[in-house]
């Protein structure tokens, strides 16, 4: 089974709306953390916004948010205001926490290539 | 902070050649990680270094593969005898020990392999 699942392959939005993109995860460990990168044309990955497991409030960096919901498994990006350089591809990541262990390593869906049309 | 850096950026080998990539992490990040990313898919872990020690390698990282940080600080990632299976983004990543752990990425070094 698939840790992250990012079930949009593409998203249009329209600029300065708001755009959401989803993410669900699997894990069995109490202890993890959420990610969420930005990957424009270039390649670089870019970090956009991290929320912990036991993080009561969600994550919020400028015009980006995460829905956390975690019954339900979900890590949801949204952006609000977009703009033209918003479109690029998005990746949602988790890092679990094994108990007694160290590796830190991310596990990344499968992206959604998000297109802001003016 | 000058961010991660990598090179060379990009890098076109005929199969059956050695490649040897570089690494240079953010300087006060202990951990540093490699990545390998194909088209149209998220980024793959492959390995990753806790200081000059690696701790952990992938069942994606065939023998062909290795990997170094000598004195805890550049990383090098050697394929021998490449393969066309072996194009790819790779991608390295560096992050502190405490905290929430984020990792900054590089540019990455884009292989094709004919």
């Known amino acids: 089974a698939q840790k992250i699942t990012q079930t949009q392959p593409g998203m249009f939005v329209q600029e300065k709306e708001a755009v959401t993109l989803d993410c669900t995860y699997d894990t069995s460990d109490p202890s993890y953390g959420l990610f969420w990168y930005k990957q424009p044309s270039s390649g670089e990955m870019i970090f956009l916004i991290y929320q912990g497991s036991y993080d009561q409030q969600n994550a919020t960096e400028g015009r980006y948010s995460l829905n956390f919901q975690k019954a339900r498994k979900s890590a949801n990006l949204v952006i609000s205001a977009s703009q033209l350089g918003d479109s690029a591809m998005y990746f949602c990541?988790?890092?679990?926490?094994?108990?007694?262990?160290?590796?830190?390593?991310?596990?990344f869906g499968k992206g959604t290539l998000l297109t802001v049309n003016p | 902070d000058t961010g991660v850096s990598q090179d060379p950026r990009h890098k076109i080998t005929k199969r059956g050649q050695n490649v040897t990539f570089r690494c240079d992490p953010i300087s006060e990040h202990n951990r540093l990680y490699w990545y390998r990313q194909t088209l149209g898919q998220g980024p793959e872990f492959l390995t990753y270094?806790?200081?000059?020690?690696?701790?952990?390698k992938s069942r994606l990282l065939s023998d062909r593969f290795s990997a170094e940080r000598p004195k805890g600080s550049f990383s090098t990632l050697e394929i021998q005898r490449t393969e066309q299976g072996d194009s790819a983004m790779y991608l390295c990543a560096s992050s502190l020990l405490q905290g929430s752990y984020e990792q900054y990425f590089g540019p990455g070094t884009r292989l094709t392999v004919t």
């Open positions: 270094f806790q200081n000059e020690a690696q701790l952990e």
């Open positions: 990541a988790m890092r679990e926490d094994p108990s007694g262990g160290s590796n830190y390593k991310l596990t």
